[in-house]
């Protein structure tokens, strides 16, 4: 078994600045990639940044310069840092994680439940 527990969104003012975390547990093996995702109303879900096991990060045109993501490899936890906040980064945020538990000798796609973001104008 194994959760993803996110935390750290809510209501901010456009200008402001939020750190969501997520943490990974359970039966891990080992984890490679880590990020963030976000869904907005009526739009479909997207990548927002994303770390890999190696390091390699990239981030979504619309955020680079204003987000920062980061991980703590030994907690399996990964951060979002989001400054300059705009009221198009409303959306349901949403840890996504490709980790191979101790049963099985492959990876697997898990999410967390999702943290709600909304910055107000």
């Known amino acids: 078994q194994v959760q993803l527990v996110e935390s750290g969104g809510g209501l901010v003012q456009a200008g402001g600045s939020l750190v969501l975390s997520c943490a990974a547990s359970?039966?891990?093996?080992?984890?490679?990639?880590m990020g963030w995702y976000r869904q907005a109303p009526g739009k479909q879900r997207e990548l927002v940044a994303g770390?890999?096991?190696?390091?390699?990060?990239n981030y979504a045109d619309s955020v680079k310069g204003r987000f920062a993501i980061s991980r703590d490899y030994a907690k399996n936890t990964v951060y979002l840092r989001m400054n300059s906040l705009k009221p198009e980064d409303t959306a349901v945020y949403y840890c996504?994680?490709?980790?191979?538990?101790?049963?099985?000798?492959?990876?697997?796609?898990?999410w967390g439940q999702g943290t709600q973001v909304t910055v107000s104008s």
């Open positions: 996504k994680a490709d980790i191979r538990t101790t049963h099985l000798p492959m990876e697997y796609d898990y």
């Open positions: 359970g039966t891990i093996f080992s984890v490679n990639f």
């Open positions: 770390s890999t096991g190696g390091g390699i990060i």
